[in-house]
């Protein structure tokens, strides 16, 4: 089992501004031995503790970019990009620009995007769930294209584009992995299923099971392997060195975590996924800008569930 962390946008600290403090949390991530660190596709979000106040965000590419060009071995990619916020061969370019910056590190996260206040606020149109799952099958088309062929061609019902050229081409041979993020079982698995080289789930061990088997049964019917998924389920946690230091950080944080415990029971906790199939995790934890639970990650988890 490989871990990855999904990043926010820290806030001014000992480390500088808000990006020195994102920077300084990504370089923690790389030298903990983490795969993969990633950011959210957003442009606005409430405080969860105080929802009439907006937490920083930065714009996930633009902050990727830099990230990469400050990096040098962690896996870096989007969990996950909101296909109707861009044109996708727009958004082509700007994946494959990444990874060629990246020196081929990335990883392609793509979700139809759900957060209805960005789009008003925005001003961009919001379209049903069904659309948005349509604009995401045919993005994720374009997207491969793009990213392998030149010239790319594609007609669809909302996008189209006629002998695109997406030179240079990426690092990645044939094209950097794709990750379809969500888990309706309609159509969100049956699109992965077709298309994708990842899946990312939610919910606990038994939920996560569930979310696999439909994402056989899709992989049954479109004639594709299941093995040629990567299964892979995001968590939030929390975690401590000893019990004191638990205590301490669950009345700071609370225990609303899908896995919380010293490194031992967070390795159970993995362990617990790994035996319903998750092969990859990623996660968020609070009190990343201390570095401390990073690091502390990176000495006694990421060695153990190596070998899940």
Avoid at 101 to 117: K, L, N, S
Avoid at 195 to 210: I, K, Q, R, S
Wanted: hydrophobic content about 45%.
């Amino acid at each position: 089992m490989l871990l990855g962390q999904q990043l926010n946008t820290y806030a001014p600290g000992i480390h500088g501004n808000h990006w020195d403090s994102t920077l300084a949390v990504a370089r923690a991530g790389e030298q903990a031995g983490l795969d993969s660190i990633w950011l959210a596709d957003h442009f606005m979000f409430p405080d969860r503790q105080n929802p009439a106040k907006e937490i920083p965000v930065f714009e996930c590419f633009v902050a990727l970019g830099a990230i990469a060009a400050a990096t040098s071995r962690i896996r870096i990619g989007e969990l996950v990009v909101g296909i109707p916020y861009r044109n996708p061969a727009l958004l082509a370019k700007m994946l494959t620009t990444l990874d060629i910056i990246a020196h081929g590190r990335t990883i392609i996260g793509i979700g139809a995007a759900w957060h209805e206040p960005e789009f008003v606020a925005y001003g961009w149109p919001f379209p049903s769930v069904r659309t948005r799952m349509e604009m995401m099958e045919e993005a994720v088309q374009i997207i491969d294209l793009m990213l392998t062929q030149r010239p790319a061609s594609f007609a669809g019902t909302h996008y189209t584009i006629e002998n695109a050229y997406n030179d240079p081409m990426p690092v990645q041979q044939p094209r950097p992995p794709i990750m379809i993020g969500g888990d309706g079982e309609r159509h969100t698995l049956r699109i992965a299923a077709q298309y994708a080289d990842f899946c990312n789930v939610f919910g606990d061990p038994e939920t996560v099971a569930h979310k696999f088997a439909v994402l056989r049964r899709h992989c049954e019917t479109v004639g594709r392997p299941v093995d040629a998924v990567t299964r892979s389920n995001h968590i939030s946690l929390l975690i401590a060195a000893n019990e004191q230091e638990l205590t301490a950080k669950k009345a700071r944080y609370g225990d609303d975590f899908d896995l919380i415990g010293t490194p031992n029971e967070v390795i159970e906790g993995l362990r617990r996924y790994a035996e319903v199939g998750s092969q990859y995790v990623t996660f968020t934890v609070p009190d990343a800008a201390d570095l401390e639970p990073i690091l502390l990650l990176g000495e006694t988890v990421v060695p153990v569930v190596a070998a899940f």
